[in-house]
């Protein structure tokens, strides 16, 4: 990256939770343009920041802990 690029490295945890229904569809594809739609909606919402704030929150309260 340039030298006093904003841009930030390393790696971020995200996830969208999606209604998946299952009924059947006279296209196939339909199935993908009504997930695709879904998406779209749910990228442009604030829900990934609200998502991405609380995991990182949780986070810094109580750190990483790992058991075996």
């Given amino acids: 990256m340039a030298k006093g690029s904003k841009c930030r490295w390393g790696n ?4 969208v939770l999606i209604p998946l229904g299952m009924k059947p569809q006279d296209d196939v594809f339909e199935y993908v343009r009504q997930a695709k739609t879904i998406m779209d909606g749910k990228k442009h919402s604030l829900e990934p920041l609200f998502s991405y704030g609380l995991l990182k929150v949780t986070m810094e309260v109580f750190g990483l802990r790992v058991r075996y």
């Fill in 12 to 15: 971020s945890i995200g996830y």
